[in-house]
């Protein structure tokens, strides 16, 4: 049977009171799908209420959006992943493109946090993806793999066997333009080489990028894909239903 991982990433939306309704909307109509599970990233403000109401589900988690790789301290606005771990966190998105292009995050600073992560109990997420100008450029598979690398060189085989990497190509993020299944799969072959070539055998592989209704089927036939990370089609819940009890054969 396919396993098959739907993250939801609601960046700066949703609040407790409209998580509340989302979650209830979702369980009304989400019975556990035999291999499928579905995480949600809200924001931290967020955290708590959405895993108190997946408490229960196995199959359903919460995670954090980003994390400080300090595990306390003096660093206003941050968190730690203790505090998500205590708000009811599983996982955490660690390098996403907003926090790398937006935020200025560097590989070291993924580095750091996919070993507090790991440190702490938590599932790592780690995205990577290319920049418009750098697959014109041809360079798709060395930025892919420097990212890779500037996270996850030196981690003991076990604890790389725990990451769950997320190919988002950044020119596909909030754009409409997905990457064609093929396009996607190609680079989540290398990807997984890069994984297996270091230990991890059965690597979980997501593909991220404007992942909507209208293309989540023809994704997700493509078998290199192990889920989908998803930013807009996540926000509405009837939205969201559909999209995580996509048919897959
Ligand atoms: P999108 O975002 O689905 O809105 O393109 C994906 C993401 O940023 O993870």
New binding site residues.
């Given amino acids: 049977m396919r396993s098959l991982l739907f993250a939801a ?1 609601w ?1 700066m939306h949703v609040g407790p009171a409209a998580a509340r309704a989302y979650i209830d909307h979702f369980l009304a109509g989400y019975k556990p799908h035999p291999g499928r599970r579905v995480w949600f990233f809200p924001p931290a403000t967020t955290l708590h209420t959405v895993a108190q109401e997946l408490a229960g589900r196995e199959d359903l988690a919460a995670g954090a959006q980003d994390v400080h790789w300090e595990p306390k301290g003096a660093f206003t606005g941050e968190i730690s992943v203790p505090l998500a771990v205590e708000a009811g966190a599983r996982a955490a998105l660690v390098g ?3 926090r790398r292009h937006v935020f200025g995050e560097t590989d070291a600073d993924t580095a750091r946090k996919v070993r507090a992560v790991l440190a702490g109990g938590l599932v790592p997420l780690l ?1 990577v993806g290319e920049k418009l100008e750098e697959r014109e450029a041809g360079k798709t598979l060395a930025v892919v793999q420097r990212q890779l690398t500037g996270a996850l060189e030196g981690l003991e085989t076990e604890a790389l066997g725990k990451v769950i990497v ?1 190919y ?1 190509p950044v020119w ?4 409409g333009k997905n990457a064609t299944p093929a396009d996607a799969a190609q680079v989540h072959r290398e990807m997984r080489a890069w994984l297996k070539g270091r230990g991890a055998a059965s690597a979980v592989i997501l593909y ?5 209704l209208k293309n989540i089927a023809e994704l997700l036939a493509e078998p290199e894909l192990d889920g989908v ?6 926000l509405e819940a009837a939205t969201w239903l559909q999209l995580v009890s996509t048919p897959v054969s």
């Fill in positions: 990433n960046k996403h493109s907003e995205c997320a988002e596909a993020i909030g754009t991220g990028g404007s992942v909507n990370l998803v930013g807009g089609a996540s």
